[in-house]
């Protein structure tokens, strides 16, 4: 590989990745707040928040990974030049986020029989219940919100997912200070007013980024921003994209959900242990997460482009980019587990077995990375449907019965339990990267007809 080229390539797929990255620092960050502002009212109102937010949650990762699709398809047009094209996809992908807003909130106005069969302490119920229905409110503009930071992204604007992540952020503690406490007029809702805040937040969320869109001038330009009726051919090629993405992205969120809830049987010691792995997990997973939406649009653009050559080097490159963040998060974790424990617990109890799952993390640091990044790629390619299955087998045939064996019947507890998720991320890391290579090593891609359009990617675009 020549190495200008390959550093070229590494700037190049860093630059997209890094606002992706901080955007989705700032989503959590919000979670971390609306967690703090509940702790405020109790224990009752911090544990009718988490139960909301895990229901939430559920649907949340379903929409955000159909809705991915439009990225794949924006910068596929994008790179062909076809700008006219995204402006009417984009319209299309309005339509398909109305109607899944819609079954969104369906979900949510009738999720007290979840809340009943999770065996939900009564106490619990109407404090949850309340969060769900103020939450619910902001379906909508969160869809709207999704098809308009997908699109940005396809148009390598990835710096839209940092600026709105931030306007979330800011907008957060005072909405939920107005609707927990009072103020303003309203009345004091307590935990359910952080439901209605954060539907509020989203609100204003969508509406920034609308407004974003309307000024600038060359993604205005598409023509995104119109009537349009909706036509079944272009939602469906959507679907056919998006779906196997959403069930991909489902699959793997709850997996994590399914072994956070089977942690809850060994012990309070245990889930608080598990939680600071976790969550510290899940904030440097951000980095290959960011990553892997940037090799999205690199490899998306490239096939527009008609660039094989293209798309080999953006996905190995960025394949590369990943291993090398990965290592450092994970020399990180195995070097220094008891301060990173100790940023969230003074138990020296918890730090114990904090410091063993660390270890653990560190493993899984790589397969982790890989299989997101080689999504990522593939999503690119609009190659979904095999991915889906690899990700069923992966966390579903393979992870979650080796965590329940190795966690219950060999007696590791929360070990066996993290060595199942080792095993499922390993397994979609090695079939995930071979399906990217099998269908690159003898790509052959023809430039757009009637096009002449270059060889070379486009600049990055300007603030």
Request: aromatic share 12%.
């Given at each position: 590989m020549h190495t200008p080229g390959f550093w070229r390539d590494v700037r190049r797929t860093f630059l997209l990745a890094l606002p992706v990255i901080l955007g989705q620092v700032a989503t959590m960050a919000t979670g971390f707040v609306d967690t703090v502002m509940a702790g405020r009212l109790g224990p009752l109102?911090?544990?009718?928040?988490?139960?909301?937010?895990?229901?939430?949650?559920?649907?949340?990762?379903?929409?955000?990974?159909?809705?991915?699709?439009?990225?794949?398809?924006?910068?596929?047009?994008?790179?062909?030049?076809?700008?006219?094209?995204?402006?009417?996809?984009?319209?299309?992908?309005?339509?398909?986020?109305?109607?899944?807003?819609?079954?969104?909130?369906?979900?949510?106005?009738?999720?007290?029989?979840?809340?009943?069969?999770?065996?939900?302490?009564?106490?619990?119920?109407?404090?949850?219940?309340?969060?769900?229905?103020?939450?619910?409110?902001?379906?909508?503009?969160?869809?709207?919100?999704?098809?308009?930071?997908?699109?940005?992204?396809?148009?390598?604007?990835?710096?839209?997912?940092?600026?709105?992540?931030?306007?979330?952020?800011?907008?957060?503690?005072?909405?939920n200070y107005v609707f927990m406490y009072g103020k303003l007029g309203l009345p004091a809702m307590g935990a359910p007013g952080i439901g209605m805040a954060t539907a509020v937040v989203e609100w204003i969320q969508f509406a920034s980024i609308l407004l974003y869109v309307r000024f600038r001038p060359d993604l205005y330009a598409t023509g995104l921003l119109g009537w349009a009726r909706p036509h079944w051919r272009e939602i469906r090629h959507l679907l056919q994209v998006g779906l196997p993405i959403g069930f991909m992205v489902f699959f793997e969120g709850s997996l994590f959900v399914v072994v956070s809830l089977l942690m809850g049987t060994l012990g309070p010691v245990v889930v608080a242990a598990h939680q600071v792995a976790i969550n510290y997990s899940s904030l440097v997973f951000m980095i290959p997460m960011g990553l892997g939406t940037a090799l999205t649009v690199r490899v998306g653009n490239a096939v527009?482009?008609?660039?094989?050559?293209?798309?080999?080097?953006?996905?190995?490159?960025?394949?590369?980019?990943?291993?090398?963040?990965?290592?450092?998060?994970?020399?990180?974790?195995?070097?220094f587990p008891g301060q990173i424990a100790r940023v969230y617990t003074a138990d020296e109890t918890v730090i114990a077995l904090v410091v063993q799952l660390l270890w653990l993390a560190a493993i899984f640091q790589l397969p982790d990375g890989l299989q997101v990044a080689a999504a990522g790629a593939l999503r690119g390619l609009k190659d979904t449907r095999i991915p889906m299955l690899i990700n069923i087998v992966a966390y579903w045939v393979v992870g979650m019965p080796l965590a329940w064996w190795l966690g219950f019947h060999a007696g590791l507890g929360a070990r066996g339990l993290w060595m199942g998720l080792i095993a499922g991320l390993s397994v979609a890391a090695v079939l995930l990267t071979w399906r990217f290579w099998r269908l690159t090593a003898h790509l052959q891609l023809k430039p757009p007809a009637g096009e002449a359009v270059a060889k070379q990617e486009a600049p990055l675009p300007s603030l």
């Open positions: 109102a911090l544990a009718s928040v988490a139960i909301g937010s895990a229901i939430w949650s559920a649907g949340l990762l379903f929409l955000l990974g159909v809705l991915m699709a439009v990225s794949a398809a924006v910068s596929q047009l994008h790179g062909a030049g076809e700008l006219r094209r995204i402006g009417a996809l984009v319209r299309q992908a309005f339509w398909l986020a109305a109607a899944l807003a819609g079954l969104f909130w369906l979900y949510l106005k009738s999720a007290t029989p979840i809340i009943h069969w999770l065996g939900v302490d009564p106490a619990i119920h109407p404090l949850a219940e309340g969060y769900l229905q103020g939450i619910a409110w902001g379906t909508p503009a969160l869809a709207g919100f999704f098809v308009l930071r997908f699109f940005c992204e396809g148009m390598s604007v990835t710096r839209a997912t940092f600026y709105f992540g931030m306007v979330a952020l800011l907008a957060d503690i005072p909405a527009g482009r008609g660039d094989a050559d293209g798309v080999r080097r953006a996905g190995w490159v960025g394949l590369v980019l990943v291993l090398a963040t990965q290592i450092v998060s994970a020399a990180i974790m195995l070097l």
